[in-house]
């Protein structure tokens, strides 16, 4: 059996969009599978910025302990397979603790989407790559499967770590556009607005973006943060935008850009990290003076729909090419 374990979900996130994606997908393709879930302490972000930095330690250490209460119960067996939302699990050497001293120890498998190894993530500029990176050599040594979005990230861990190159798998990440595009298919679009899908933390570069305003004062440029109070605002202004623009130095895959372009905007990249696998060269730049040439030239609404449609099929077979893997490495006969 599959045991998943997500994320606490967070409307502001695309956790509560994995909350209803995974179970679906699972019940699609006809996988047998229980979920252990931890105690919400939040709603919102408060302290952090990618997940609110008590709100996910408390559901993750809640969680822990519940499936470590069904391990001793007998209702999780080594027989089952652990499938976590995310890997990045402080706690999570509990399971080998157990396993090691006579308890149940079912394969751990689960997404990785990010840590100390990547000098630009929040975990390495927060400092705690001095005890974040061990850690990580610890979890990579009794994680058995491993999910990452792109083989930019697969490669940073290998570059990084002591690992069997083996364990990691490239699937994507699921994306199902059409829960929020259909609905706003008849909102017009201004040719003129710009906009910056991106939190305003320090990877993501948005001082970058503040200076176009003086590059081209004949456009709009706008932040989804200064406008957005929820998820259904931030959609409506991704759907009255024409272009959406990217300048991080941290992506290992990329929902913001994903859903902006779903949404009908042109998207422009710079030609660096997982961007150079989802997006093809007409979308990437590699100079300031390159982005500007892009945002002054003919862009076509076909280009984005042909990208859109790409990335719609490619992303909507990850979970069931995680669950295919997990099925034929541990549970099939």
Not at 67 to 92: C, H, K, M, N, Y
């Amino acid at each position: 059996m599959l045991v998943w374990l997500p994320l606490e979900p967070l409307e502001q996130r695309y956790t509560e969009q994995w909350s209803r994606w995974w179970p679906a997908q699972f019940r699609q393709d006809g996988i047998e599978f229980t979920t252990i879930e931890g105690k919400k302490l939040t709603d919102t972000i408060k302290i952090g910025s990618v997940l609110d930095a008590y709100g996910t330690n408390f559901w993750k250490m809640t969680q822990l302990a519940n499936l470590i209460e069904a391990l001793q119960s007998g209702r999780v067996t080594s027989e089952d397979v652990l499938l976590f939302a995310d890997l990045w699990f402080p706690g999570i050497e509990a399971l080998q603790y157990i396993a090691c001293l006579g308890g149940q120890r079912p394969k751990i498998t689960g997404v990785l989407h990010a840590g100390t190894y990547d000098p630009n993530d929040f975990t390495y500029r927060e400092g705690m790559r001095p005890w974040g990176h061990l850690l990580e050599e610890a979890w990579l040594s009794m994680f058995d499967l491993i999910f990452v979005a792109t083989q930019y990230h697969k490669q940073l861990i290998l570059k990084n770590h002591n690992i069997d190159s083996n364990k990691l798998m490239v699937t994507g990440l699921p994306f199902y556009p059409d829960e929020f595009t259909k609905s706003r298919k008849n909102i017009m679009k201004d040719t003129n607005l710009v906009i910056f899908p991106h939190r305003l933390d320090k990877e993501k570069n948005p001082q970058d973006f503040d200076a176009l305003l003086r590059a081209l004062p004949g456009m709009t440029f706008s932040k989804t943060t200064d406008h957005c109070l929820n998820k259904s605002a931030y959609y409506d202004m991704m759907a009255g935008a024409s272009v959406a623009i990217s300048f991080a130095d941290q992506e290992t895959f990329g929902y913001a850009m994903l859903e902006a372009t779903a949404l009908g905007c042109y998207p422009l990249v710079p030609d660096r990290l997982s961007y150079l696998e989802i997006f093809p060269r007409q979308f990437r730049f590699q100079t300031y003076q390159e982005l500007i040439e892009k945002l002054k030239s003919k862009r076509t609404i076909e280009e984005v729909y042909e990208i859109a449609g790409i990335h719609k099929d490619r992303y909507a077979q990850a979970i069931t090419r995680m669950s295919e893997a997990i099925y034929n490495r541990f549970i099939t006969k």
